[in-house]
C-alpha cells in the first residue's frame, strides 16, 4: 500500500522519514524539490511544494514560483504537486484555478 510521509519544516528528516518506510515524500515549501531529491538519492517521488502565502502575490511572481517549483520537482522519479503545506482560508479560489492551470500547462 502506498505512503506518503510528509512533516512541515522537516527537510532535514527526509532521508528517515524515507526509511520509515515512505513510497512517496510530501515536501513543504521551505525546502527546494531538487534539494530534496538529492538529500534522498532520487529514491522517491515528491509532493508539495508551492508556498501558500504565494497565493496572495502579484500573478507574475506566483507564476515564476509555480514554474520553479515545476523545474525542481523534474528531478525527482515523481511529482504530485500541492500547496506546500495547506490552504489558506483567505485564498481566491480564482487564483487557486490559475495555480492549476498553470501545472496543467506544463503538463
Do not use: C, W
Amino acid at each position: 500500500m502506498p505512503r506518503i510521509h510528509f512533516a512541515a519544516n522537516a527537510g532535514h528528516l527526509l532521508d528517515p522519514m524515507g526509511a520509515a518506510g515512505a513510497t512517496a515524500l510530501g515536501v513543504d515549501y521551505r525546502t527546494g524539490l531538487d534539494e530534496a531529491s538529492r538529500a534522498v538519492g532520487g529514491r522517491f517521488p515528491l509532493q508539495g511544494n508551492i508556498d501558500p502565502a504565494m497565493l496572495a502575490a502579484p500573478v507574475s511572481t506566483l507564476t515564476a514560483h509555480v514554474q520553479d517549483v515545476l523545474d525542481r520537482g523534474s528531478e525527482a522519479p515523481g511529482h504530485v504537486v500541492n500547496l506546500g503545506h495547506g490552504m489558506p482560508p483567505h485564498a481566491d479560489p480564482d487564483v487557486v484555478k490559475r495555480v492549476v492551470e498553470l501545472v496543467h500547462e506544463r503538463g
